[in-house]
């Protein structure tokens, strides 16, 4: 089983401030998604990457995949309250018969204080 | 828009008791999956369904088993639970593998066993 190890655990930033999070592995991922689950809700899709050095942008946010393929981070610039919520990445095994099955990082808390 | 959607959001059960624990979605999809997720451990996979009467462990299906007798709904029963089956459980469905992988949770349902 391929783990995925998330940094920092928690962040707690203020209004206005970047930040940056990771997702690394031993391994290399076949494809990594990033997912955020905000209080009391089940975890959202963000962005999927795919390819070795891409960057992906969404709006404020910054995904990039690492040439190797074995590492993932996502900057948030001038952060807003509203980006609060637990950052999670998800790998797609790489088994023929993984029936869509995702496996989960434990995530980065991101707190936004006004 | 797409939906799923879960039976309960708080429920409070005792040691011992059998626990139905729903999940319906509206997108047509054939894959469906529950997780339980904790606080540094991320989302576990307990059990997940590719189409109707079928079923596979995931990772921690020890204490659970699942009925999927249609294909929009599919169901976690905790035979006789216990407290270390406190948990937010979380279910997610997806499009059978056709790219991403992407997968739409609901939003949880947080069980206590007393």
């Known amino acids: 089983t391929q783990l995925l190890e998330q940094s920092p655990q928690f962040l707690s930033i203020q209004e206005g401030e970047n930040l940056t999070v990771y997702c690394n592995s031993s391994?290399?991922?076949?494809?990594l998604q990033w997912y955020r689950q905000e209080p009391g809700e089940g975890p959202v899709l963000l962005v999927t990457?795919?390819?070795?050095?891409e960057v992906k942008k969404l709006k404020r946010l910054t995904f990039q995949f690492g040439d190797a393929r074995k590492d993932s981070s996502l900057h948030i610039t001038a952060a807003q309250p509203g980006d609060t919520g637990l950052y999670l990445c998800?790998?797609?095994?790489?088994?023929?018969?993984?029936?869509?099955?995702?496996?989960f990082g434990a995530g980065t808390q991101v707190v936004v204080t006004p | 828009d797409v939906k799923v959607t879960q039976s309960s959001r708080y429920l409070v059960k005792r040691t011992g008791e059998k626990v139905f624990l729903e999940c319906v979605q509206d997108?047509?999809?054939?894959?469906m999956f529950w997780y339980r997720q904790d606080p540094g451990l991320g989302l576990r996979l307990i059990y997940f369904?590719?189409?109707?009467?079928?079923?596979e462990k995931g990772d921690i299906p020890e204490g659970y088993s699942v009925s999927r007798e249609k294909k929009e709904r599919f169901s976690l029963i905790l035979e006789s639970a216990s407290t270390n089956q406190t948990s937010m459980y979380l279910c997610?469905?997806?499009?059978?593998?056709?790219?991403?992988?992407?997968?739409?949770f609901g939003p949880g349902t947080r069980l206590t066993v007393t």
């Open positions: 997108m047509d999809h054939e894959n």
């Open positions: 369904s590719y189409d109707v009467k079928m079923k």
């Open positions: 998800a790998n797609q095994p790489m088994t023929t018969d993984s029936w869509g099955k995702l496996q």
């Open positions: 391994s290399v991922f076949s494809s």
């Open positions: 990457v795919v390819t070795g050095g």
């Open positions: 997610a469905s997806s499009p059978p593998q056709q790219g991403s992988y992407e997968q739409y």
